[in-house]
């Protein structure tokens, strides 16, 4: 059974930082592409990062480029999300993922991606 398990939400203030780390198990993630997606209440989960098998390709959503890094190691089969300068608008549960029949592509549609974290909670205060 794949689990991917999330950790290092919390609350921090405007500008700070944050590093989220998701680990997974019952499978070996290193030919997947993995990725971040986050979701507040009434919205439609929203994709924020993705890196693909070797980690050689990320892609991001325009509104954390530059603040957010994403980054893998395949031999620890963990994916983690690094976001600094941290804005109100960046509250929201943030869930780790794997799309299996992806290797270099990083879709952006959540639809594509097999297996899901329980989330973690991420809060900006002003």
């Known amino acids: 059974q794949v689990q991917l398990e999330e950790s290092g939400g919390g609350l921090v203030q405007a500008g700070g930082s944050l590093r989220l780390s998701c680990a997974a198990s019952g499978r070996t993630a290193s030919s997947d592409v993995m990725a971040w997606f986050r979701q507040t209440p009434g919205k439609e989960r929203e994709f924020v990062a993705g890196i693909s098998s070797t980690g050689g390709r990320t892609v991001y959503t325009e509104s954390v480029k530059g603040r957010f890094t994403i980054s893998r190691d395949n031999p620890k089969n963990t994916v983690s999300l690094q976001m600094n300068s941290l804005k109100p608008e960046d509250t929201a549960v943030y869930y780790c993922?794997?799309?299996?029949?992806?290797?270099?592509?990083?879709?952006?549609?959540?639809?594509?991606?097999?297996?899901w974290g329980q989330g973690t909670q991420v809060t900006v205060s002003s």
């Open positions: 993922a794997i799309a299996t029949t992806y290797r270099m592509t990083v879709p952006r549609n959540s639809a594509a991606y097999d297996y």
